[in-house]
């Protein structure tokens, strides 16, 4: 399963951690882990076209996206980030689980 924990501030979104794999089908072929993927590097790439400064991201094993400045355009792209994904949740919630933290 795919977990998305999403931790917020005073109602601003401060990080989104994301780890594990949906299982919905193997590795390479699994189109949950695809379209979280997908919905995930389009939101990164439009914010740090507007600002490369906006956010901070690490890959290396989990992904772990904070956010650095709060503007109207990044509370924007990943709010809409986040309403994909809960679309997929209620697609698919055995494949991924989203939790928000205040």
Same mark, same amino acid.
């Given at each position: 399963?795919?977990?998305?924990?999403?931790?917020?501030?005073?109602?601003?979104?401060k990080?989104?951690?994301?780890?594990?794999?949906?299982?919905?089908?193997?590795?390479?072929?699994?189109?949950?882990?695809?379209?979280?993927?997908s919905?995930?590097?389009t939101?990164? /790439?439009?914010i740090? &076209?507007? $600002? *490369?400064?906006?956010?901070?991201?690490?890959?290396?094993?989990?992904?772990?996206?904070e956010?650095?400045?709060?503007?109207?355009?990044?509370?924007k792209?990943?709010?809409?980030?986040i309403?994909?994904?809960?679309?997929?949740?209620?697609?698919?919630?055995? /494949?991924?689980?989203? &939790?928000? $933290? *205040?």
């Amino acid at each position: 399963m795919i977990k998305i924990t999403i931790q917020k501030e005073s109602g601003q979104i401060k990080k989104v951690l994301i780890h594990g794999h949906a299982m919905y089908d193997t590795y390479g072929k699994d189109i949950v882990c695809a379209a979280v993927s997908s919905i995930l590097t389009t939101t990164v /790439n439009a914010i740090l &076209r507007f $600002d *490369e400064n906006a956010i901070r991201y690490d890959d290396e094993k989990d992904f772990c996206l904070e956010v650095q400045k709060q503007d109207t355009i990044t509370s924007k792209l990943l709010d809409n980030m986040i309403d994909l994904w809960k679309e997929l949740e209620s697609q698919y919630p055995k /494949n991924i689980n989203i &939790r928000e $933290d *205040e």
